[in-house]
Each structure stands twice: as structure tokens, then as C-alpha cells.
């Protein structure tokens, strides 16, 4: 049987093509999945599949189930068409600090909220699970969260409708937005405040709530214009270790405060949360 013209040197560019993939596949399995390398310019934008997720856990934390969202582990929300960005491995609030966050708030919300609607505002929303972990704890509770970067935007709005998860998610910035897309004057009111740190974490002084980006205080101003009239839980994520002078500050906001640090990761790398009320129905 004669060959057609051209078919040996289009194996041979397949052959080549396989070899090339293989080694690429080959390249990134040696590469360390660290914090650096999935937030290089490079990397950090770019959609990561299964085998890189669970990689970064292995790497980092010797657990493949680490990127843990959704009330599940990687390749469980793999399969039901959830996807991730290579930042949001570190950036997400990953379920086990989610849930502690969900049931902290339970806790102080359940008592006060009687036959009230409760409505939660996430202005930093990222994936959405850390919206997604305290609607959990919050039964019948709804979301609304706000995510400027677009990428981020669309790829959690596909991730929340595999979920059917009680949330609007709004592209733009809080600021801009956060008067117009609110939840009614009847509603109780849980603020979930999670800012980009930025360089606001330092070594030698922990986390500066004055730093933050916007500072923390400054959120709370913003939302104190929209929400005055109605109980408002604010929950600040915060660090292990947070500058005193600032943390007062933010306390001082408040009427009523907590502060709550969770054993969920290594130390040097705990997180926990502030818990401050105004016009809380005691």
C-alpha cells in the first residue's frame, strides 16, 4: 500500500510533538509547587489541573488534600466542574479554617437572630468559599459578594452555579457597589472581612490591621454608611500574631469584640478571627 505524500514527516512531527509534552510534563513534575512559583507572574493567573492541586499539597504540606473548598477535597470538586487558579491554591480560605469561622459566627448570630432574615456580604469575595463556608453555618442565610478582578469573577461564578450555592456574586469593586447590591433593612447583617494584607504582614510585628488594603477600619466605615440602621456582625480575618496598637483600634469599633485564633495550620501560619457587633440585639 503506497504512503500519501507528506505522512512520514507528520508522524514524525507527532512523535516530536509527544516527546516535547512528555518533557514538559516531565519538567513540571520537578517543580517545587511553592508559594513562589504559583504566584510568579507567570504562573498565577494560569487554571491548575488535579495533579498540580494536590501536588502543592504534597510539596508543602505532605497532604494532597490540602486546596480542600466546598465542603470537599480536590478531586471531588475536580470532578463536579469546579476550577481553580493557580493563586487561589494559597489565596482561598480553605475549609478547615472555614468551618471554624462558620461556627464562631453561628454562635454569636444564633442567639440574636430569632425570626430575622440573615443576609452575609463578603467584599472580597476570591472563590467564594470563605462566603461559601459561613452560609453552611447560616441555614437559610444568603450571600452577596464582590470580586473586582475579572478572571477571578468568572471562574467563581462557574464554580457557584456547579454548586448552587446561595450567593450573587457582583463584578466591581465594594466601594462602588455596596449601596446598591444590599441585603434589606430587616436583615441581620454578618460582614466577612478579608482584605488583600499585602506588606501589611511583617515578621518582625505580625499583621497591621491599619495596613490592610483598604485598612480594616476604613471597610468599616464604608459599610457603616449602608448598614447604621441595622445589628452588623463584623469578622475580620487576622493573624496569629496582629501589631497590638492597631488591633486595639479596630476593637475600639466595635461594641462588643473577640478575638479568636485557630489551630488549623503550622505555626507561624494560623489565622483566626476578630469578632465585633454594633447595634447587636443582646
Given amino acids: 500500500m503506497s504512503k500519501r ?8 512531527l507527532v512523535v516530536r510533538f509527544c516527546l516535547w509534552g512528555r518533557r514538559v510534563t516531565a519538567q513540571a513534575a520537578n517543580q517545587k509547587y511553592d ?3 504559583l504566584l510568579s507572574p507567570g504562573k498565577r493567573n494560569q487554571l491548575v489541573e488535579l495533579w498540580e492541586v494536590e501536588k502543592y499539597g504534597r510539596d508543602c504540606f505532605d497532604d494532597p488534600n490540602h486546596v480542600h473548598l466546598y465542603g470537599m477535597p480536590p ?8 476550577r481553580i487558579l493557580a493563586r487561589t491554591c494559597l489565596e482561598a480560605v480553605k475549609d478547615p479554617l472555614g468551618n471554624k469561622i462558620g461556627s464562631d459566627i453561628a454562635e454569636v448570630v444564633a442567639p440574636a437572630s430569632g425570626n430575622r432574615p440573615i443576609g452575609v456580604v463578603d467584599p472580597f469575595a476570591g472563590s ?6 459561613i452560609l453552611r453555618h447560616l441555614p437559610g442565610s444568603r450571600g452577596i459578594g464582590f470580586e473586582l478582578e475579572p478572571a477571578v469573577f468568572d ?3 462557574r464554580n457557584i452555579a456547579h454548586l448552587k450555592a446561595p450567593i450573587e456574586l457582583v463584578q466591581g469593586s465594594y466601594k462602588d457597589l455596596v449601596a446598591v447590591r444590599r441585603h434589606p433593612a430587616d436583615h441581620l447583617v454578618v460582614v466577612f472581612l478579608g482584605p488583600p494584607w499585602g506588606d501589611a504582614l511583617r515578621p518582625d510585628t505580625g499583621l497591621h490591621l491599619d495596613r490592610t488594603k483598604p485598612p480594616i477600619l476604613e471597610i468599616v466605615r464604608d459599610f457603616e454608611q449602608v448598614y447604621g440602621s441595622q445589628p452588623v456582625l463584623y469578622v475580620t480575618e487576622v493573624h496569629e500574631v496582629n501589631e497590638p496598637s492597631a488591633l486595639r483600634a479596630v476593637e475600639a469599633a466595635f461594641d462588643w469584640s473577640d478575638l479568636r485564633i485557630y489551630d488549623v495550620n503550622v505555626p507561624g501560619l494560623q489565622h483566626g478571627i476578630l469578632l465585633g457587633t454594633r447595634r447587636w440585639p443582646s
Fill in 35 to 37: 508559594r513562589d512559583f
Fill in 75 to 82: 478531586r471531588e470538586w475536580y470532578e463536579r466542574g469546579v
Fill in 5 to 12: 505524500p507528506g505522512s512520514a514527516s507528520c508522524s514524525l
Fill in 155 to 157: 471562574l467563581t461564578t
Fill in 128 to 133: 467564594c468559599n470563605g462566603l461559601y463556608s
